[in-house]
């Protein structure tokens, strides 16, 4: 792993052995600063292990990975510590800054996603798009190049989620960081990204570039061909619902 030089990430050769199994096999990949991309694929395609990669969460690799120093991971699950009230979750582990105190930096971040309120809770207070948010705010707060999402609105009632997703559209305009989202949902992909990629046994087998305006509506006619076009790629034609 290394600093990123021109473009947020770079990739090339990536491989991830599991036993014999090759679950990224020699993968290329770039997303240039401020990008948003959203990857998706069959379930064990490898899309959960390459952001584990990108996060160094997974070091045991071959090939070249090139990543920002900078950089926050939002997983589905919040993982917030009980322990600790939901202002403290948002900098856990945040490195001190001289003339910045560590309540004033979580509360800048939870103001940007609307939680400024439930700062001082206990996490098992909170609904789950609220822990989401509080998630959300704890990458936030790292001022990342980069941001990694792994499935973050996967656990989310469908209302929520919607929500949800509308918030982290808000959050990437402002902050153009390049995000990375792994989703099973089609349209989510095609509402939110720059560019979708199509993962397929251990590579990147497809890619798509979403040239519509923001924000966006699943009723538009060229989204829904691209609906249409990413289905097919993956297999499921014009059967109804999302990838799997």
Known sequence: M???GEAAVRVRGLTRR???RAVIDRLDLDIAPGEFVALIGASGCGKS???RILADLDQEIEGEVEVPMRRAVAFQAPRLMPWK???RNVVLGLPPVRGQSQRARADAALAEVGLTHRAEVWPKVLSG?????ASLAR???REPELMLLDEPFGALDALTRLKAQALVGELWQRHRCAILLVTHDVEEALLLADRVLLMKEGVIAHELRVDRPRPRRVEDAE???MRAQLLAWLGVGHAAGVAA
């Open 2 to 4: 290394s600093g990123a």
């Open 18 to 20: 599991f036993g014999e």
């Open 49 to 51: 292990t390459l952001l």
């Open 85 to 87: 009230r939901v202002w």
């Open 129 to 133: 798009g609220e822990a989401q948010r």
């Open 139 to 141: 990458a936030l707060v």
């Open 223 to 225: 989204l829904a061909a």
